[in-house]
């Protein structure tokens, strides 16, 4: 990814803002995940 992004002339803060975005992509899908399951459980439970 490194050596493949300085070949295409993209600069430090770039890769790190793409590191950045993707990790509060994910954050947000597990806790979009984590509320889904616990509105599942409280069905179940009932």
Do not use: F, P
């Not at 590191?19 to 984590?34: N, P």
């Amino acid at each position: 990814y490194t050596k493949d992004g300085l070949e295409r002339g993209i600069e430090k803060e770039e890769m790190m803002e793409a590191v950045h975005v993707g990790a509060a992509i994910k954050g947000g899908a597990t806790l979009v995940h984590g509320v889904q399951m616990m509105n599942k459980y409280n069905k179940l439970s009932m």
